[in-house]
């Protein structure tokens, strides 16, 4: 299964609404993680189960989707949001993980 | 708090097999709530799963690398190792070690290992 993010790259400004896509080639139920990676960091885990919040992440962070069209919203933009998004699921057969190419999100 | 840390060469030639342990704390790797896994980052580009390790002994490998990756766990020393023989530039990368109690994902990871494959 292959995950395709959009747009690749995008410019914002503070306190904008973003919105990041992830297509899933098959349908994976809910099955769909989204990390936040920060330049020289490891990504960190910020929405599981395609739309639950892991513990610590900010409220303006809301995921959504199931079966192949998921999407990650920033309600309104923080400096510190400034960062490479990815999505990431579980193929169960062959048991194999996919992420999508990163979505790079720029200070406009 | 489950927490990992990377460790190994950051430089290997061509040819050679690149080695990486991963040192958990916080829980013990034989247990039956854990699943482990390897994922790489070339510079400049994306996320790339390795392979995983789970609870039961099982591992699983990307298609691409498998006939080069073994992946393995040390409980006397609550740490899982990634080994890829026979090298190139191409495997150059920050090599990232990552767990956790949901079979699905990965947290936590740990900070990340860059490795140059050079002569």
């Known amino acids: 299964i292959q995950l395709t993010q959009s747009p690749s790259s995008l410019s914002a400004s503070v306190g904008d609404r973003v919105t990041i896509t992830c297509r899933a080639s098959?349908?994976?139920?809910?099955?769909l993680a989204w990390y936040q990676q920060k330049p020289g960091k490891a990504p960190k885990l910020l929405i599981y189960?395609?739309?639950t919040l892991q513990s610590g992440v900010p409220s303006r962070f809301s995921g959504s989707g199931s079966g192949t069209d998921f999407t990650l919203t920033i309600s309104s933009l923080q400096p510190e949001d400034f960062a490479t998004y990815y999505c990431?699921?579980?193929?169960?057969?062959?048991?194999?993980?996919?992420f999508g190419q990163g979505t790079k999100l720029e200070i406009k | 708090q489950l927490q990992l840390q990377e460790s190994g060469p950051g430089l290997v030639k061509p040819s050679e097999t690149l080695s990486l342990t991963c040192t958990v704390s916080?829980?013990?790797?034989?247990?039956?709530?854990?699943?482990w896994g390897w994922i790489r980052q070339p510079p400049g580009k994306g996320l790339e799963w390795i392979g995983s390790?789970?609870?039961?002994?099982?591992?699983y490998y990307n298609p691409s690398l498998k006939s080069r990756v073994t992946i393995s766990v040390d409980t006397s020393k609550n740490q899982f190792s990634l080994k890829l023989s026979s090298v190139t530039a191409a495997d150059t990368a920050v090599y990232y070690c990552?767990?956790?109690?949901?079979?699905?994902?990965?947290?936590?990871w740990g900070q990340g290992t860059l490795v140059t494959v050079s002569s």
């Open positions: 990552g767990g956790g109690v949901i079979v699905n994902w990965f947290d936590p």
């Open positions: 916080g829980g013990s790797i034989s247990s039956s709530s854990y699943y």
């Open positions: 390790i789970y609870y039961s002994g099982s591992t």
């Open positions: 098959q349908g994976i139920s809910s099955y």
């Open positions: 189960a395609a739309s």
């Open positions: 990431q699921q579980l193929n169960s057969y062959p048991r194999m993980y996919t």
